[in-house]
């Protein structure tokens, strides 16, 4: 009869656990990075480039991103919870907190996963390998890649000045710049598809190297070993700009074409 009573409540206390850690989806979500965005794609292809968030604001949700500046000065990195531009001429400085951003996306580098990657010959086959590592395809995933790498393709925009013209007439004239035998990081973001018009649906990457000097919007990479760190985000935040340019801005649409053009 005592050995009946004490059992019982153990394995009650079992089945409640077992319980709570595979239908509570908080337990499920523990892993998880919050994401959070400021603007939408779209109002940046539109031309939405004043700033408005602030540098302190946005890494007061993260440790890692990407996005850029005010007036669509250079390419943002955020890396260990620290912001830097890489501007027009390839030049990487590390950004004042007063600075501010018209669209940027941020998360915790609360990773959950770890793999190798083997043997890299281009971005395209580097996308192909990270498909085979996303368990939720319906979830955003944030990335950071560190590798040597052998080749390396990335840009920089230059900054704008009024009237703004649309994203698709900026990057023509995008400056690329081309490295080797580079070490470095990529940080950056996949997005289910369902997310177009919010942000890119896809993959999107920012390198920055481990000399914190050269960088860029991905467009290109080779490596033979590399090192990626994975986590799926579970809750997304956005928060819209408050300016006037954002709310004339037609928002409408679906504008896969423009995207694909502008990042790739």
């Not at 989806?25 to 602030?54: H, R």
């Not at 250079?74 to 919870?81: R, S």
């Not at 919007?217 to 994975?230: A, N, R």
């Amino acid at each position: 009869m005592d050995q009946y009573w004490i059992k019982k409540p153990i394995s009650s206390i079992f089945t409640g656990f077992l319980f709570l850690f595979f239908f509570n989806p908080l337990l499920w979500a523990a892993n998880s990075s919050p994401f959070f965005q400021f603007s939408t794609i779209n109002a940046l292809l539109e031309g939405v480039y004043d700033g408005e968030l602030t540098i302190q604001e946005l890494i007061q949700k993260g440790e890692i991103g990407l996005g850029t500046f005010d007036a669509l000065d250079g390419e943002m990195v955020i890396i260990n919870g620290r912001c830097f531009r890489v501007n027009s001429q390839g030049i990487v400085e590390e950004v004042t907190l007063d600075e501010t951003t018209p669209f940027a996306a941020i998360a915790q580098a609360s990773f959950s996963n770890s793999h190798y990657l083997f043997l890299i010959d281009s971005l395209e086959e580097l996308e192909s390998e990270l498909d085979q590592i996303i368990e939720n395809p319906n979830l955003i995933h944030i990335f950071h890649i560190e590798a040597d790498f052998q080749t390396l393709k990335a840009r920089s925009v230059h900054r704008q000045t009024k009237p703004y013209p649309p994203l698709t007439q900026v990057t023509p004239n995008q400056a690329v710049f081309e490295f080797t035998e580079m070490s470095g990081d990529l940080v950056g973001f996949w997005c289910p598809q369902f997310f177009e018009g919010l942000n890119v649906s896809g993959y999107h990457f920012h390198f920055i190297d481990k000399d914190l000097k050269h960088g860029g919007h991905l467009l290109d990479c080779s490596f033979l070993l590399g090192t990626v760190h994975i986590s799926p985000c579970y809750d997304f935040f956005v928060q819209l700009p408050h300016n006037q340019e954002f709310a004339r801005a037609n928002l409408a649409g679906k504008r896969i074409d423009e995207i694909q053009q502008v990042e790739k």
